[in-house]
């Protein structure tokens, strides 16, 4: 008899935690929110260097996606060149887009442990030199 109730509280307990699991599990991040938190990480421990802005464009809405103005810009690390590009569609409003010109010098935040990981501007930091 006392197997029979202690199998009986298992039970419960498990559609309880099961039910809990359920209602307070986490949202998935959305690909914004990632990208807020990658810029945001890059600005506490992000590394700087010189760059060049090399060209912006602004990309059609395609396919659902959103129109996105994107900043094309080089620099070295360690003897390797990277070129790279940010979306800086959300972060107009910090920039003046008509500035970034050719040639433009800038200081990139970069990963030390993927130097391809970088940023130009984000919320708290603009490295254009305008």
């Known amino acids: ?20 699991y359920v209602l307070l599990r986490r949202k998935p991040k959305t690909p914004d929110e990632l990208e807020r938190e990658r810029r945001a990480w890059l600005e506490r421990t992000g590394r700087i260097t010189d760059g060049t802005v090399i060209d912006v464009q602004e990309l059609a809405a395609v396919n659902g996606h959103h129109a996105a103005v994107m900043l094309i810009y080089k620099y070295d690390v360690a003897g390797v060149s990277y070129e790279c590009s940010q979306d800086v569609t959300y972060l107009r409003h910090w920039i003046n887009l008509h500035s970034c010109r050719l040639g433009l010098h800038t200081s990139v935040k970069y990963d030390s442990q993927n130097p391809g990981n970088s940023l130009v501007v984000s919320e708290n930091w603009m490295g254009l030199r305008q």
Do not use: C
């Open 1 to 20: 008899m006392n197997s029979l109730r202690l199998y009986g509280l298992v039970a419960t307990s498990a559609v309880a935690l099961t039910g809990a």
